[in-house]
């Protein structure tokens, strides 16, 4: 099994920053993909950002220019810098990771969340 556990989430006044980490563990072999989602209430979830093990990165329009986000591949961590907050951004941040573990016998590929972590961002 791939756990995540996500941290860094809290209360900010609106221009704030917040960082959250996520840090991958288990029968890990590689991780393609980790990336961060969030939930606002009464909405669906919805991509914020996405980074591949190149360094690549995908953002959704609306945090293009506030947040970054990077990973270290050596320690299965993602890290977002989110600067210039917004009420807007509340909701309950998820950590998602992709990509193949080894059991011992078997690679097998895997797709894993976080318990997520609260994020709120006062007027």
């Known amino acids: 099994q791939v756990q995540l556990v996500e941290s860094g989430g809290g209360l900010v006044e609106a221009g704030g920053s917040l960082r959250l980490s996520c840090v991958a563990s288990g029968d890990i072999f590689s991780v393609h993909i980790m990336g961060w989602y969030r939930q606002a209430p009464g909405k669906q979830r919805e991509m914020v950002a996405f980074i591949r093990s190149s360094g690549s990165a995908n953002y959704e329009d609306s945090v293009k220019g506030r947040f970054t986000i990077s990973r270290d591949n050596a320690k299965n961590t993602v890290i977002l810098q989110m600067n210039k907050l917004e009420p807007e951004d509340t909701g309950v941040y998820f950590c998602?990771?992709?990509?193949?573990?080894?059991?011992?016998?078997?690679?097998?590929?895997?797709?894993?969340w976080g318990q997520g972590t609260q994020v709120s961002v006062s007027s």
């Open positions: 998602n990771a992709n990509g193949i573990r080894h059991t011992g016998q078997a690679y097998m590929d895997f797709d894993s």
